[in-house]
């Protein structure tokens, strides 16, 4: 079954009153989503594109539409993807991450969240928060995950604050000897079943 079947599916969720809508992403929606990963890596992260960073930008279905523990969410505005969620079923690797990091969260059994992005535009309506909590659910409907493990560079205007609210943090890769690669790893509650989350993270 693919992430986009009807047992994992989220239907469209209106997201407050302003028109924006929440939905599993569809082969229509990828060419709009992968435009907010790239503007994001580019502007944002001011990495540009790095293929071993982000070749699952390049082939969102295949990491993401296809995989049945794997899923990607999109928030629509008068037709047009203005934030992107997802959910892949890999643990950070080491390297370059710490290896204790990577033991603690196994692919496999660890659900990673990953380019939870927003438009400029669109930031500061809930968005972000929504996607975080459905794709938490969604982890927990899927089955055989037993973490909800996310990583975010603190240089990004306005990451580490958000994700101190919702998340535990775990390793702060800049309070390394060598300053690793200044990242921060955070753990989020998995939730028992769907709807639980809503009560961790308001």
Known sequence: MSATAGATRVPDVPVGASGYVLRTATAQDVGGARAVMLDTVYHDLRSGYVPRWHADIIDLE???LRPARCTLMVVVRDGEVVATGAVRDRGPQSPPNPRWVADRF?????AQLCRI????EHRRHGLARMLVRELGEFAARAGGYTSLYLHTDPAVPGAEPFWRSLAHEVCDERALPDGGQGIIHFELPMPASA????ANIG
Do not use: A, C, K
Not at 195 to 198: H, K, N, P, R, W
């Open 106 to 110: 196994p692919s496999g059994s660890t």
């Open 195 to 198: 709807g639980l989350i809503t």
């Open 62 to 64: 295949g990491s993401y």
């Open 117 to 120: 992005y927003v438009r400029p």
